[in-house]
Structure formats: C-alpha cells, structure tokens
C-alpha cells in the first residue's frame, strides 16, 4: 500500500496528467462530493451531474487552487453551489427535484465515525418533514431556502427545526439504551 499523497502532490501530479493522481483524488474526494449532493435532495441523476460538474470545475482550476490542504471543502462547495444551481432551475420550471434520501451518507459516507453513522441512521428513520430539514440543517443551507424547499414559512423553520431535534435526542437516547 502506498503512502497518502498530501493534495498539493496530487493537484500537481494531476496538472501534469498522472492519472493515478486523478484516481487518488476521486477516491479521496469522491464520497464527500457524492455526500454533499445527495444532502441536497437531488435525485440520483441529477447528483451525478452536481458531482460530475464539480470534477470538471477542478480540472478546469488545478493550477488554480491557492489552498491545497483545504480542496474538500472547496469542492463541498462547488458541489453545494452546483446543486442549489439545479434546484433553483428546477423550481423555476416547476419541476420537483427533491428526491427521498434513504441512506446516511452525509455524515457516515465522508467520515465513518461510529456517532455520525448512529445520528444519520437515526434521521433516516424520522418522518417528514425532520428528515429532510436536518439534513438541509447540515449542509447549512439557510432558513430562507430551508423553508422553500420544503414548502414552510420561514418563521416556522427554527421552531420545526427545534422539535425535529428534539425527537432526534429521544430517538438516539432510546437507541443507546436498547444497545
């Protein structure tokens, strides 16, 4: 098994067309910008176009990247931005983009962490609204956007928002004790 490449090696390597570069970044990145888009409530395809256009926009900017260390969180960001692009068209148009997500993949897909897993499996268990609106509440979406997308007032949000989080307490409280 080879070492970890740091990213400012692999953006590099990358610019100069090492694919196992590339390869490395997809495995590194990939999960994230995979969690991101689907935290979004975009369906299946149109997260592979949010994703595909946040790889695209980094191949467009290799050499551009002023701050290696932090390229996940750049390329959370590109994808947050690429995928509100799609919802804000969406809405537009009337279409519905908002797609049911079943698995915990903000949390457990990019971390692995043992509580992460137990709070995402918790919040894929909750009825609607709370499971879309924490999921929004975790990508930091706004409250503003927050409500329009999940067709609330605005001044309903923080106290949705509060009751949602209380039956997440109860839920993993119940589930701790069951274990």
Not at 97 to 110: I, S
Request: with cysteine; proline share 5%; charged share 25%.
């Amino acid at each position: 098994m080879h070492p970890q490449r740091a990213p400012a090696e692999l953006l590099r390597a990358a610019a100069d067309g090492d694919r196992s570069a590339w390869d490395a970044l997809e495995a590194a990145y990939g999960p994230l910008m995979w969690a991101v888009a689907r935290a979004s409530g975009l369906g299946a395809a149109d997260a592979a176009d949010v994703v595909q256009g946040g790889w695209l926009r980094l191949l467009q900017r290799l050499e551009d990247i002023r701050e290696p260390e932090r390229l996940g969180s750049w390329l959370a960001t590109v994808v947050r931005r690429e995928a509100l692009q799609i919802l804000r068209e969406g809405s537009r148009s009337g279409v519905h983009v908002l797609a049911t997500v079943e698995e915990p993949e903000p949390g457990a897909a990019v971390l692995g962490d043992d509580d992460r897993q137990l709070l995402w499996k918790a919040v894929s268990t909750m009825h609607e609204p709370c499971r879309t609106l924490l999921q929004l509440v975790a990508i930091d979406l706004g409250s503003r956007q927050t409500a329009a997308r999940l067709g609330l007032p605005i001044g309903s949000v923080g106290p949705t928002r509060a009751r949602c989080l209380e039956k997440l307490r109860t839920l993993i409280s119940s589930q701790e004790m069951a274990q």
